[in-house]
Nanobody
Framework: QVQLVESGGGLVQAGGSLRLSCVAS????????MGWFRQAPGKMRELVAQ???????YYGNAVKGRFTISRDNAKNTVSLQMNSLKPEDTAAYYC?????????????WGQGTQVTVSS
């Protein structure tokens, strides 16, 4: 089992920045890829960004150029730096981890942290 604990999030004005962090513990050797999903009320959960142990990254189109995902393998931590935030970025953000690739069916999830961007 892998446990994921998120921190960060909160309320920010449009154009501002926030940083999310997620620490993994437990059977760390069973996971390769970590990342972030988000879900706004009434919408489907969507992949925001992911990063594998080698540092290869993927970003959703909506956040490219504004968000940066990073990972510290020694500390089992993944972070998401969110810049130029927009009201449409408002959502619950979830850290996720999996062996090969992230999806909405991934095995490991954090509890979620709320990000609210005011206009």
């Amino acid at each position: 089992q892998v446990q994921l604990v998120e921190s960060g999030g909160g309320l920010v004005q449009a154009g501002g920045s926030l940083r999310l962090s997620c620490v993994a513990s437990g059977s760390i050797s069973s996971i390769n890829v970590m990342g972030w999903f988000r879900q706004a009320p009434g919408k489907m959960r969507e992949l925001v960004a992911q990063i594998d142990e080698g540092g290869n990254t993927y970003y959703g189109n909506a956040v490219k150029g504004r968000f940066t995902i990073s990972r510290d393998n020694a500390k089992n931590t993944v972070s998401l730096q969110m810049n130029s935030l927009k009201p449409e970025d408002t959502a619950a953000y979830y850290c996720a981890a999996d062996r090969v690739v992230l999806s909405t069916k991934s095995d490991y999830w954090g509890q979620g942290t709320q990000v609210t961007v005011s206009s």
